[in-house]
């Protein structure tokens, strides 16, 4: 085999509705999720006696724990074969950030193994290897936005908003997701602070998760409130379970400016990525 290389794209959530518990324990969720195709890792596959993994982000596991390792474990099993290939991950897309960059990095190393072993599994079997190994990880099989029903892994194609302006900040923390959605029936809004949908591209954006993660981490309200005062911005979302913070921005607008004055003003630390959603233009 040839060595090769797979994009593996962040996403956004444009819209989050919790509906409620489950009896399995997961909690039944509709979400509307695109892609940013400019935000991306990248894994290198390449021929090699035995399976190995590395990445260049010291802060990502890389052990057994790690979606990719756990992807390549169960492409083996599904597949009745040893995965001799070496795979390397260059991250972009922070950890713990709400982009699905974890999610992303397994469902195409799922492609990648199918590829390098002659596409062994259907597309079917794929697509079953990934709900089992992550809500959001069928998602990233598919191409344009979807809704996405379940515990997320059920998905249907959607119309795709019109490409979006955004501007994502990040502090330097992370959110524990299932902290986030265990807190979530019990939790209450902070007095000044924006829950209401936004309707921008046709879209109505709003996030059930932002309740829960704002009254425990008050920075990230504070975030979303100082970008919804800025006059280069339509509208402002928390992305899944956050760390993540988003601004749609209006047409001409500024977003390195934008980024930097949220450093100064707000927090130095400041992780930034600008660019366009996936869409229809």
Known sequence: ???????????????????????DGFHEIDTLMVKLP????????????????KCDDPSVPGDEGNLVVKAVRAYESAAGIFCRCSISLKKA??????????????????LGLNRHHDFRLSVASIYELAASLGS??????????????GRGEKIEPAPSPPAMAVLL???????????????W???????????TRQEIGGVSLSNDLERPVFEKHRFLAELKQWLLARRETAAALMSGSGS????VLHDGADAETLAKSARHELDPGLWHWAGQTEGTD
């Not at 935000?39 to 993994?53: R, V």
């Not at 713990?96 to 397994?106: I, K, T």
């Not at 993540?244 to 601004?247: H, L, Q």
């Open 244 to 247: 993540t913070v988003f601004a």
């Open 1 to 23: 085999m040839s060595t090769f290389t797979l994009q593996a794209p962040a996403k956004l959530n444009l819209s989050l509705r919790l509906l409620g518990k489950r009896d």
């Open 38 to 53: 400019g935000l991306a890792d990248e894994i290198e596959f390449s021929q090699a006696e035995e399976f190995s993994f």
């Open 169 to 183: 900040l990040k502090p330097s923390f992370n959110v524990s997701t299932p902290d986030a959605y265990d807190r």
């Open 185 to 195: 029936k019990q939790s209450f809004q902070i007095s000044g602070v924006s829950y």
């Open 93 to 110: 897309i922070p950890h713990g950030a709400g982009l699905g960059g974890g999610s992303s990095d397994a469902a195409m190393t799922l």
């Open 136 to 149: 959001d990880i069928p998602f990233f099989l598919t191409t344009g936005a979807s809704r996405c029903t």
